[in-house]
């Protein structure tokens, strides 16, 4: 799996961790990956208005919304756009939720990159 390209694929990184977001923006841009990073509910939901991607990765935790509300908006709007949760230990409820809301699937933080690079792959996969 290592050095897997994803040449062109579109995602969308949600996360109130700034320096968590930018570190795996820039290590899934050197794999070829169009990222854009938010670090708040709002500012995705404007995103996902304004510009079309694949694939969002979405923090559950976030200090503005909820992770599943951002979720069920997302669905709502784009339900062919793939959706894979990173929630904390211990919030694997919040996850399974999502699953049921449409989700495509969830990895716990800290998650291993190749882990989540593997993620996209098979989310971006099943929606082409």
């Known amino acids: 799996m290592e050095g897997v390209h994803l040449d062109g694929i579109r995602l969308l990184l949600v996360d109130d961790e700034v320096g968590f977001a930018e570190v795996v923006s820039k290590r899934l841009r050197k794999r070829g990956m169009v990222v854009k990073a938010v670090f708040t509910g709002t500012d995705a939901v404007r995103a996902i208005r ?68 593997k993620k996209i792959h098979q989310a971006t996969h099943q929606g082409r």
């Open 50 to 117: 304004k510009q079309d991607f694949d694939v969002a990765i979405l923090d559950l935790k976030m200090e503005d919304m909820d992770g599943i509300e951002v979720l069920k908006i997302f669905k709502r709007a784009y339900p062919e756009m793939a959706v894979i949760m990173l929630t904390g230990h211990g919030s694997e409820t919040a996850a399974k939720e999502g699953l049921e809301y449409g989700a495509f699937d969830y990895l716990t933080k800290p998650c291993d990159l190749e882990e989540l690079v």
